[in-house]
């Protein structure tokens, strides 16, 4: 496996920023969709935004304009830039790794190697 180790997380108030990053070791990761997603308290883990190998985009509807990702595969890593916070984006942040296509998918499971999460809470 991959291993993926997501930062950047943290408390941040309503209208502030984060950048999350998710690096990776191994030569595959560069050649495979990541998506990021997040799961907040009693909810699914729900997809926010995924990037293809060679930069095709996926946003959610909820952080279009907002959100923004990125991937430098020089360095095996992914980025996510949130701006204009709202408290409903508080959840525990996941990157993930699609090794079994080329595209990337909405869908959690399609995803099959993923980090350990890291907490965004933005206060109102």
């Known amino acids: 496996q991959v291993p993926l180790v997501e930062s950047g997380g943290g408390l941040v108030q309503a209208g502030g920023s984060l950048r999350l990053s998710c690096a990776a070791s191994?030569?595959?990761?560069?050649?495979?969709?990541v998506g990021w997603f997040r799961q907040a308290p009693g909810k699914e883990r729900e997809i926010v935004a995924a990037v293809t190998w060679n930069s095709d985009l996926y946003y959610d509807d909820s952080v279009k304009g907002r959100f923004t990702i990125s991937r430098e595969n020089a360095k095996n890593t992914v980025y996510l830039q949130m701006n204009n916070l709202k408290p409903e984006d508080t959840a525990v942040y996941f990157c993930a790794l699609r090794r079994g296509g080329s595209y990337f998918s909405t869908i959690a499971t399609d995803y099959d190697v993923w980090g350990q999460g890291t907490q965004v809470t933005v206060s109102s």
């Open positions: 191994g030569r595959t990761f560069s050649s495979h969709p």
